[in-house]
């Protein structure tokens, strides 16, 4: 039988040991080839030696100094640095496909690499979607790669297609867990903690996805992915929440009746999908017991209180609503503009919005982790960030990358201004 090797990039995050057990229970089918991870390498000696790796990359070069020194990895492992060595594991010409699980927008050169390499890509890192999907589509449409989602709500979505000619999905529905705070009274969300931030009723996952799914910033980030990935535009595309996550998404066909996929809350069933594609094989997950009561709700999401959503809606088809760049610069934000009422119509399904969304959204989040905004904050300042900055829609990828960076550096300015 063939045997599957694959390359983990975000080894040590939540996707990538998830991603370690599913490959752990079909050693006839799956190997691990190359593992990467930002600096935490010790938690890779174990997965390196288990699976046999025989290359590794730290995108910290302090690191993978340390690791090279430290003598803990099998004789002969060849430990990379640096992005050239995040991208080098996930082009090993053994590997066929590649795990793109790094948190943020560190994976997209070796997620592009892979992709034009002609490497299968199972596709975790949202981000790299909105930042800068038009790009990695093409990728993977001028190689002939596939580009399978990870992402629960989008992977659901795509196995519910793979059997229907396009004419016959009117609209997509991703389903939202609510977060956090779904029940937290309104008036107590400005006060709320980092550590309740953190607290997923259902899913366990890195801190980054954990609190964008508690302001639904993340489900903001995943209509823009689910438009990349499946061409159809935001306008289409749904939100509905869904307590329980049993209901990974729904397609609504061109009659109006609708589809859905259900599996326990466990990513392991999505990556499990990607890395066997097509192949179907028992899960090691949890199975659902329908011996057992099942309550399955569905509820629109209140707008306020996920004004991310509303955000990243506009952010997607309108650029924001800033004016065009032509009458403001976007290096110099001011916390005194107002923003404009009408969007230019030719920044429909913009890049630039999202882009600045995405970037926004990051240094929201850290801020309001390393205690310098309240969690109401992270709306605030996204909010602030799309109504005064403005770039002219990108024309190329490395446009897309100093829209990114300029967003950061504004955000980071526009934060003073909000700061507890
Ligand atoms: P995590 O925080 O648990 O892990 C992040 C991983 O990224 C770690 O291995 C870390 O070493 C690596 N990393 C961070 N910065 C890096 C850098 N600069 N260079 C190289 N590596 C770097 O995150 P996670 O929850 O596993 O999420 C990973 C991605 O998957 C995110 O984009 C997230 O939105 C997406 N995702 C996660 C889940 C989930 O259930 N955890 C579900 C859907 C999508
Ligand atoms: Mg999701």
Redesign the pocket.
Same mark, same amino acid.
């Given at each position: 039988m063939h045997v599957r090797a694959i390359a983990i990039? +975000?080894? %040590?995050? @939540? =996707? +990538?040991t %998830?991603t370690l057990s599913v490959v752990r229970a079909h050693p006839d089918r799956l190997r691990v080839a190359g593992l &990467?991870?930002?600096?935490?390498w010790r938690e890779l000696v174990a997965p390196a030696k288990e699976f046999g790796v025989g290359v590794i990359a730290l &995108?910290d070069p302090a690191a993978a100094a340390e690791a090279r020194a430290s003598g803990a990895f099998p004789a002969g492992t060849r430990i990379l640095e640096g =992005?050239a060595g995040?991208t080098e594991v996930a082009c090993l010409p053994e590997v066929s496909m590649v795990v793109s &699980?790094? *948190?943020?927008t560190? +994976?997209l050169a070796p997620t592009l690499a892979a992709l034009k390499a002609k490497k299968d890509v199972a596709l &975790? @890192?949202?981000?790299l979607l909105v930042l800068a999907g038009k790009f990695v589509t093409e990728a993977a449409r001028v190689s002939g790669a596939r580009l399978l989602p990870? $992402? @629960?709500e989008h992977n659901a979505i795509h196995q519910l297609l793979r059997d229907k000619p396009k004419g016959d999905i009117a609209r997509l529905v991703l389903t939202a867990s609510g977060g956090a705070f779904r029940d937290t009274p309104l008036a107590d969300l400005r006060h709320v903690t980092l550590a309740q931030a953190l607290k997923h009723p259902n899913? @366990? #996952? +890195?801190?980054? *996805?954990t609190i $964008?799914s508690a302001t639904m910033a993340?489900k903001g980030?995943e209509v823009i992915e689910a438009r990349w990935l499946f061409d159809i535009p935001a306008e289409r595309i749904d939100v509905v929440v869904h307590p329980q996550s049993i209901i990974h998404s729904l397609v609504t066909l061109a009659d109006g009746s609708l589809q859905a996929l259900l599996s326990p809350p466990s #990513?392991a069933y999505p990556i499990q999908d990607c890395l066997l594609y097509p192949a179907r094989l028992p899960c090691p997950a949890p199975h659902l017991d329908l011996t057992q009561a099942l309550t399955l709700g569905m509820a629109p999401p209140d707008p306020a209180r996920y004004p991310c959503l509303g955000l990243a809606r506009s952010a997607a088809t309108t650029g924001g609503t800033a004016p065009p760049s032509s009458t403001r610069p976007m290096r110099s934000p001011s916390l005194n503009s107002s923003p404009a009422s009408c969007p230019s119509p030719a920044s429909r399904n913009s890049l630039a919005g999202p882009a600045i969304f995405n970037a926004a959204n990051e240094v929201a989040v850290a801020e309001f982790v390393a205690g310098k905004l309240p969690f109401t904050g992270i709306a605030e300042l996204v909010g602030r960030a799309l109504a005064t900055l403005s770039a002219r829609e990108p024309a190329s990828l490395d446009e897309v990358l100093a829209t990114d960076a300029d967003t950061r550096v504004a955000t980071s300015r526009l934060a003073l201004g909000l700061a507890r």
């Open positions: 990039l +975000g080894a %040590t995050g @939540s =996707i +990538g %998830t &990467a991870a930002h600096s935490r &995108a =992005i995040l &699980a790094v *948190v943020g560190a +994976g &975790a @890192s949202k981000e990870v $992402d @629960s899913w @366990s #996952m +890195g801190p980054k *996805v $964008d993340n980030l #990513m």
